[in-house]
Antibody, heavy 118, light 110 residues
Framework: QVQLVQSGAGVQRPGASVKISCQASGYTFTKYSLHWVRQAPGQGLEWMGIINPSGEVTTCAQKFQDRLIMTRDTSTNTHYMELSSLTSEDTAVYYC???????????WGQGILVTVAS | QSALTQPPSASGSPGQSVTISCTGSSSDVGGYNYVSWYQQHPGKAPKLIISEVSKRPSGVPDRFSGSKSGNTASLTVSGLQTEDEADYYCSSYAGSSIYVFGSGTEVTVV
């Protein structure tokens, strides 16, 4: 069965960077794109970016283009998302989600809370 | 890319139907048949319930249905059940590998 297990995050200081991992299992890692989505407390879902199946192409929402990096490690079937220059507005639950092939997120990680506070 | 517009809330009695709209533009909802819908219960990750405007993934009850007309997509939940009480989000492909979510709708079963 498809599983995405996230780890990382916690409390980060303003100006710092955070790196979240998303370990995939139950499917062929190199055949699917992966989305990153976040949700601020009490707010809606916000699409951040996507990494394509080859891992060679990433696309970010315009608001994150200067500070979001998405990578992956095929030896461990793990995706990574690094967000830099954190502010309090980056406090949110961050999700990874597999793209099922028709522009839908068919499987989601459990989410990781990132709190930005001094 | 602005968020797609959804009503903040919707409600219905058990057994009734509720329809949620998701309005975008010709650059997203109207331009592609790649609208998906997600259900999210408090404290949980979103769950895919509709893909490609109207397709239900395996295991999703047929009480959930989707449609689209022009720049507006809709999700209908028929035969409301208490477990349908949740937040619902639409999402659309917007071209050039860009995606956008709706603002979300809280469904209450009264």
């Amino acid at each position: 069965q498809v599983q995405l297990v996230q780890s990382g995050a916690g409390v980060q200081r303003p100006g710092a960077s955070v790196k979240i991992s998303c370990q995939a299992s139950g499917y062929t890692f190199t055949k699917y794109s992966l989305h990153w989505v976040r949700q601020a407390p009490g707010q809606g879902l916000e699409w951040m970016g996507i990494i394509n199946p080859s891992g060679e192409v990433t696309t970010c929402a315009q608001k994150f283009q200067d500070r979001l990096i998405m990578t992956r490690d095929t030896s461990t079937n793990t995706h990574y998302m690094e967000l830099s220059s954190l502010t309090s507005e980056d406090t949110a639950v961050y999700y990874c989600a597999r793209d099922g092939g028709h522009c839908e997120s068919d499987f989601w990680g459990q989410g990781i809370l990132v709190t930005v506070a001094s | 890319q602005s968020a797609l517009t959804q009503p903040p809330s919707a409600s219905g009695s058990p057994g009734q139907s509720v329809t949620i709209s998701c309005t975008g533009s010709s650059s997203d909802v109207g331009g592609y048949n790649y609208v998906s819908w997600y259900q999210q219960h408090p404290g949980k990750a979103p769950k895919l319930i509709i893909s490609e405007v109207s397709k239900r993934p395996s295991g999703v009850p047929d009480r959930f249905s989707g449609s689209k007309s022009g720049n507006t997509a809709s999700l209908t939940v028929s035969g409301l059940q208490t477990e349908d009480e949740a937040d619902y989000y639409c999402s659309s492909y917007a071209g050039s590998s860009i995606y956008v979510f709706g603002s979300g709708t809280e469904v209450t079963v009264v």
